[in-house]
């Protein structure tokens, strides 16, 4: 089946954005959470300017309509281990 | 099995290989080099499809090559979702593709992609009954999760190393040496992060010119004066705000927590692949991704590559790649001017102008893309190629800004840019922000506003005549 | 938007949108709701999607159990399937005083129809695979208790409730509410102002300011809860586990990703929903305490959400004086989202039908003026 992939992750294609943005999702938050792009591994790096722009052209070019969905840590997916130890510092700080 | 192809190495490449190693992969004993990234000398190997898509189970391969996307998740040594692009082969290493049934080259799951039609609404999905409702759970339960949980022996939990800086610089491409060395020229201590192996960003490139010898420019100054301290392959992974910022990093053996009192910011961008048909398909490729895999790490995925750009930096790539004998089914282009196209025109590449790509056709991996005249929806003209090189706008990297509360801005044009002032600072004052993320568009634009950055970083942190006049020279200059 | 209607309900999270979508299913559709950001914006947008029927009072066990059931057929009922996955919730009690409050609850829940059992460590080691039970004293565990996708069910109930002629109005804040002595008169937002007699205030950690614009004091405060997500891998943790120690809580989602939180003590009362270096460190170091295989799985992402506390845990519901229409539907802290589907059906048939219920009695504001609270003890994370 012939898919223009805006996710590769999540495979969200243009299609889709088209869709929930039929269905009243018309802000880049609402956006992501009912197609689910940038929810995926790469969080987003891959995906969320070409949403961005696919909002802003239908909705005439205006660019102010595509804020940023809000960032949020971790920039790359990092095992659980990594900050485990962080706790004894932060007990060591807080005396 | 059709095999990458593997070049000589060009002189002054930053990304020498090493000894030869072998590692396994699902059962078959492969050839790789020590520092080679694995998803290179698997693509060396002919091996295409690197995984299957979650929902359709369409065939997945490396895209980006420098660790941002999905493409090239492998599971390896036991563990699940490992970029194969960023780890480099080890000997010994036991590699294996974590999705797909009955394995990622023959999945036949691909048939949720031939069926479903234009869109599968996983919202409106098995709603009609709840008695299918809650089977139907069970069943997609099964299916789901990228790979199987670890089954290699439970981590150490691994040491933290924290600490305080004056500053914090993170991305060592232009913009970010730029601003480490200045930093560090004007008496402060920085610490520079850089995600990958190597610092350069897009000085790495082969089509950036000269780009390899002033990274060497760059190693020698920065070595030469103290206080940087710089760790590679350590990605900044969170900015916290708060009373002093906390930047926090890790690389596989250690995480650093560092408070830092100011933040230069250089991430650079994400490179993108344009919106068209098919635009998911192995063996389509960023101008930079190709550029790492032929010019740094010497290996040919697949040829003929058509390369399809409006850029200089595509179009050199172009040339660079007919200079190293890649056989190329020629250059999609609506430039009609400029040295680099006259360039390419006097090395007889085939240049089809005015057109652009609408389709791409494949099974598993690129077969043929086709071509539309700018003015129309119809495809007029298919090319047969097995790569492609396609550009689009970059992404800006402004993630890590935006967590700490810097304010961010869209266009059309250049995707989420960083807001700075004309001495490079964010609206939090604490942070500044310099290169391509800050709309910069060249690194000879990025350079420059990294040393503006720095400088006002600098004098941000300790008033100084000196700075303030080299600032002042910078601004008027 | 319209500038008239029988009801206004301000908030369009799940407890908001659980009763117009009730209401609309009984036949009142003359009902606004006023919703500040996008559908999802607060705390139905950011939980954890945990819903379990293990509660220490009577009125929030037959919530719970009630609201189990509806969950059952709610993808059926909204057309979005919220992929509820039954897989059981697993308390562990780490002291002998725990112990014996969960064994008293366990009691409570069973007398009341609920089949959670007190079950050895060992028992709960082969719940899941890898558990690491040293100092774990007791567990109680309960199969039918589960874990859904919040957002299906808030986009789901609004789409129902938006085809049976609810208006539901997004981006759209309420600024003041006009009050003519007993009576509520008006509803003003940015964008208008509704005339009405009856206001439902469902606006969760903004209850409080809500109610002031009416001339209402709550007891409710907002605290920020953060949680995290892991990458997506395949089934291999059947239940929710919950450290009561700690208060941290994790499951495998659906997608396969291990998502949760962990309560902390030192929080202070704010509106704040930034990320924070601390959660990460000690949700990481609690969840590979209790499984060590979670050790290399990825985190993804972190980010938070609230809760709307009150000072016994339980919820404000119903009137409150000296207001003739103005209702209250908040204070659930962790727990609005699993309750939802009860409250809106019950809130729903008094408001239209005036049938009485319990707890609008037992959770009335007057509770705190007169001293008569129970407080919830198993309010995690």
Known sequence: MGRTIVCRCEDVTVEDLNQAFSEGYRDLESLKRYT????????????????????????????????????????HPTPASHFARAVELLDEESK | MAQGRRIKSPEGNPFERGKQVRFQFEGRSL?????????????????????????????????????????????????????????????????????????????????????????????????????LNRIAGYVVRKLSGLGAPPTADPQTPVPISRFSSDAVVIGAGAAGLSAAKTLSGCGHNVVLL??????????????????????????????????????????????YPGDTLQVV?????????????????????????????????????????????????????????????????????????????VTLAGVVTTRTEGDALTSLK???????????????????????????????????????????????????????????????????????????????????????????????DSVDAAAQSGERAGLACALSLKDDAQVRRRLESMQKG | MRDRAELVIIGGGIVGLSLAYQLARMGMTDVVVLEQGYLCFGASGR?????????????????????VRMFRQLSREIGHNIWFRQGGYLFLARNAETAAALEKTVKLQNRMGVGTRIISPAAAARLVAGLHTEGIEACSYNSSDGVLFPWPAVWGMASVARQLGVQINTHTRVTGIDVKGREVVKVVTDRGAVAT???????????????????????????????????????????MLSDLSNGMYFSQTMRGEILGGISDPDEPSSMETGSSFRFLARMCSSMIRLLPRLSRVKI??????????????????????????????????????????????????????????????????????????RKENFVIG
Not at chain 1, 49 to 70: C, E
Not at chain 2, 201 to 225: P, Y
Not at chain 2, 363 to 371: A, H, I, P, S, Y
């Open chain 2, 194 to 239: 850089e995600a990958e192996e190597h610092r350069g960003g897009r000085l790495l490139d082969g089509a950036t010119q000269n780009g390899w010898e002033r990274i060497r420019d760059f190693k020698e100054e920065i070595e030469s004066v103290a206080g940087i301290e710089i760790h590679v392959k350590t990605p900044a992974l969170a900015v």
């Open chain 2, 31 to 131: 050839q790789g080099y020590d520092h080679e990234p694995l998803a290179v000398a698997l693509m060396a190997a002919g091996v295409r499809v690197f995984g299957r898509s979650l929902k359709y189970h369409r065939p997945r391969g490396p895209v980006c090559l420098h660790g941002h996307c999905s493409g090239c998740l492998m599971r390896v040594n036991g563990v699940a979702n490992i970029r194969t692009c960023e780890t480099p082969c080890r000997s010994g290493m036991v590699v294996e593709r974590q999705t797909g049934w009955p394995s990622a080259g023959l999945d036949f799951f691909r048939a949720v992609d031939l069926l479903s039609g234009e869109r599968l609404d996983h919202h409106g999905m098995f709603t009609a009954s709840s008695v």
């Open chain 2, 346 to 440: 006097r090395k007889n590449v085939e240049i089809f102008q005015d057109r652009r790509i609408v389709r791409a056709l494949g099974g598993k991996w690129l077969d043929r893309v086709e071509l539309a005249h700018r003015s129309s929806e119809q495809s007029d003209l298919v090319l047969d190629c097995r790569a492609c090189v396609v550009e689009a706008p970059p992404a800006p990297a402004y993630e890590l800004a935006h967590h700490a509360g810097c304010r961010v801005s869209f266009s059309s044009q250049s995707g989420y840019l960083v807001q700075v002032n004309d001495e490079g600072q964010t609206t939090h004052g604490q942070i500044f922000a310099a290169g391509h993320i800050a709309g910069s």
């Open chain 1, 36 to 75: 689910g792009f940038s929810t995926g591994f790469c969080q987003g790096k891959c995906c969320t300017a070409h949403a961005a722009r696919f909002l802003s052209a239908l909705k005439g070019g205006d660019d102010t309509v595509a804020d940023p969905i809000r960032t949020r840590p971790l920039l």
């Open chain 3, 300 to 373: 993804l992402r972190q980010w938070a959400g609230y809760y709307d506390e009150t000072p016994d845990g339980q919820p404000i519901l119903g009137r409150v004086e000296p207001l003739d229409g103005f209702i209250q539907l908040n204070g659930f802290g962790g727990h609005g989202f699993m309750l939802a589907p009860a409250i809106g059906k019950i809130a729903a048939e008094w408001i239209l039908r005036k049938v009485d219920h319990r707890i609008f009695h037992t959770y009335a504001l007057s509770r705190f003026k007169h001293g008569e609270t």
């Open chain 2, 249 to 325: 990093a890790g690389n596989e053996g250690k995480t650093f927590w560092i408070s830092a009192r100011r933040l230069i910011v250089c991430t650079g961008t994400y490179e993108q692949i344009p919106l068209f048909e098919n635009n998911d398909l192995p063996g389509i490729f960023g101008p930079r991704a190709m550029d790492r895999l032929v010019c740094g790490y010497s290996v040919v995925p697949a040829e003929p590559v058509l390369v399809v750009g409006e850029r200089d930096a595509t179009l050199r790539l172009a040339g660079r790649l007919r200079e190293l004998n």
């Open chain 3, 47 to 67: 939980n954890g999607g945990g819903v379990r029927q293990q509660w220490s009072t009577e009125e929030n066990i037959l919530l719970a159990k009630q609201s």
């Open chain 3, 197 to 239: 007699r009856r206001v439902v205030n469902a606006a969760g950690a903004w209850s409080w300011q809500i109610a002031r614009m009416a001339g209402v004091e709550l007891p409710n405060k907002p605290y920020r809860h953060e949680i995290l997500v892991t990458e997506p891998l395949k089934p291999f943790l059947e239940p």
